[in-house]
């Protein structure tokens, strides 16, 4: 499921958002103030940004600046309808598109949707198993597997390595932005799963497990 982070400070908005934005599919997060918007747009490595120009404590601005020095997430300014400056300051310092307020839930949507098919790598296939990530989807002999959006995050990282060992930590990095937690056995659990949707189509063991080291995504012929 693809993630987006609304940054705007009307409260009201976000909500109508977020109930029309989960009703096609997508899973929200919302932040009120620029510093707040910025920290979650750097730690939880969203799909997509809406960012509004107009914010307490940091303007969109400097969001927006703060998000280009560390991550190439696609970001869509909300910007005052007519206001040709901040149209063409957000893209000058790297926003991939903008759309003037009040706009149209529908139009917003389709903007998304263009930036994300834009934005997206084609759909990617090695022997029996094909990634979407446009969708989030992945195919394993022909069939969707039924993943979490964290699951299909693992997955891509032992897919784009395949036939590599994986560590967790480079797992966790890769997948989720962040360093793996001593003790922490989410990695070990999304492979858990995976391995068992996965066996439930065919019931050829292709990920392997070195104990102590990490995961293999072994090549399996169509």
């Given at each position: ?10 409260t ?11 009703s ?8 009120h ?7 979650l ?6 799909d ?23 991550s ?6 909300l ?9 063409v300051?957000?893209l ?13 839930h529908?139009?917003?949507v ?5 930036i ?5 790598p084609?759909?990617q ?6 990634l ?15 993943l ?15 036939g590599?060992v994986?560590?967790k930590?480079?797992?966790c ?12 056995r ?6 858990s799963?995976i391995r068992?949707k ?8 292709v990920?392997?497990?070195?104990r102590?080291v990490?995961?293999q995504?072994?090549?399996?012929p169509?």
């Amino acid at each position: 499921m693809t993630r987006i982070l609304i940054i705007d400070d009307d409260t009201s908005l976000c909500e109508l958002l977020g109930d029309y934005l989960t009703s096609h599919g997508f899973e929200l997060q919302s932040a009120h103030t620029g510093p707040d918007g910025l920290a979650l747009a750097l730690d939880t490595s969203p799909d997509l940004v809406l960012l509004d120009v107009m914010l307490p404590g940091l303007d969109g601005f400097g969001v927006l600046r703060g998000i280009r020095q560390k991550s190439q997430v696609p970001v869509l300014m909300l910007t005052a309808r007519g206001d040709e400056v901040d149209r063409v300051l957000g893209l000058e310092l790297g926003a991939d598109d903008y759309v003037g307020k009040p706009f149209s839930h529908r139009e917003l949507v389709a903007r998304i949707q263009a930036i994300l098919r834009r934005l997206s790598p084609p759909s990617q296939a090695m022997g029996a198993l094909d990634l979407l990530p446009e969708r989030l989807e992945a195919r394993y002999h022909g069939q969707v597997l039924d993943l979490t959006a964290a699951e299909f995050r693992v997955l891509a990282v032992l897919f784009e390595r395949c036939g590599e060992v994986v560590s967790k930590e480079d797992i966790c990095q890769q997948a989720f932005g962040r360093h793996l937690q001593p003790f922490d056995r989410h990695i070990d659990i999304h492979v858990s799963h995976i391995r068992k949707k996965m066996t439930e189509v065919n019931p050829a063991q292709v990920i392997r497990t070195l104990r102590g080291v990490g995961y293999q995504l072994i090549a399996e012929p169509q």
